[in-house]
């Protein structure tokens, strides 16, 4: 079995299934309804455990009861939540998540900017017998640290490179052996709006594994000077709210388990996908034997 660790933000996402996003101010009524966590890290550390790996999420909530729902509800889940910080007069993080019909999503995210982050109390000599660690952008002062770490370690060190509302992105994305874009982060980082212009531009700073996802339209991998193109699993989605994150999860597992580029993607999308098919965030997250089973049959059929 292998050992990740997953660090950034943990939240509380309340989820409403609506048929349209609405476009401006009045009363909406919503056909579904779920109140789960969420957040990259979180979410991810969530579906590394669904894919059959040992994960940590290290995380900072406020000592509400927002953060007792959020932490009690990831140890019911299989995570290791041993390290993370409840810091008292914080807020935890709260997400407003609204979705169509045709699964897309609109989210606002409440991160309260009072949270201590000092990164200072994380156990960085956990790092060493991890196989792999994985960051968002969230919490900047602690994903340097423990990319720094696994990078003197000698360990796995991805980075969720997602949009983010400050220069998080920029700082970081240098410091991983692998790093995941977004669309939008890889524009954010690179300036470009082409996703393979971006790519390249990023590996005028960056020395490691690059990959960009682009939702339906699969995901472009730099490797070697080279760029490919994996095509996403067609799946008809009911709710994207955390397929990025789960596919992080399941690329983190994949690079720990030895997996190459091609198949580590792969693996991922699968993932992702299924975590589509269904409403309610990390709710509808696969396990490790349905992703096998889908994969093997979607490949089998190209």
């Known amino acids: 079995m292998v050992s990740v660790i997953c660090l950034g933000i943990a939240v509380l996402d309340e989820i409403f299934a609506v048929r349209e996003i609405p476009t401006r101010p009045g009363k909406y009524f919503a ?3 779920r109140s789960i966590g969420g957040g990259p890290a979180s979410t991810a550390a969530v579906a590394a ?23 009690a509800e990831l140890a019911g889940f299989g995570v290791d939540v041993g390290h993370i910080r409840r810091l008292p007069g914080g807020r935890s993080g709260l997400s407003a998540v609204v979705v169509d019909a045709s699964g897309d999503r609109l989210t606002i995210n409440f991160a309260d900017p009072a949270l201590d982050a000092d990164p200072a109390w ?6 060493k017998e991890a196989d ?42 240098p410091l991983a052996s692998h790093v995941a874009f977004s669309q939008g982060g890889l524009q954010q980082f690179s300036g470009a709006t082409e996703p ?5 531009m990023a590996r005028e700073r ?9 939702g339906p339209d699969g995901c472009m991998v730099l490797e070697d000077g080279v760029i490919r193109h994996i095509p996403a699993f067609p799946v008809e989605a009911v709710d994207t709210t955390g ?10 597992v994949a690079l720990a388990e030895g997996r190459d580029a091609m198949a580590a993607v792969q693996f991922a999308s699968a993932a992702a996908a299924l975590k589509c098919m269904r ?11 349905e992703v096998d089973g889908f994969l093997a049959r979607r490949l089998s059929a190209r």
Not at 122 to 127: D, K, M, N, T, Y
Not at 206 to 214: M, N, R
């Open 31 to 33: 056909s579904d309804y």
């Open 49 to 71: 455990v669904a894919m059959g790996a040992r994960t940590a999420l290290w995380a900072r909530v406020g000592e509400d009861r927002t953060g007792e729902q959020i932490v």
């Open 122 to 127: 994380l156990p960085l000599a956990g790092v």
């Open 132 to 173: 792999a660690v994985l960051c968002d952008c969230r919490w900047p002062a602690g994903a340097e640290v423990v990319l720094r770490q696994a990078r003197q370690d000698g360990r796995i060190a991805l980075l969720d490179g997602d949009t983010t509302p400050d220069t998080a992105v920029k700082v970081l994305a």
């Open 196 to 200: 393979e212009a971006g790519l390249r």
């Open 206 to 214: 960056i020395s490691g594994w690059l990959c960009v996802t682009l």
């Open 243 to 252: 397929a990025g994150d789960v596919f992080h999860g399941a690329l983190a």
């Open 279 to 289: 409403f309610g965030g990390r709710a509808g997250i696969p396990g490790r034997m």
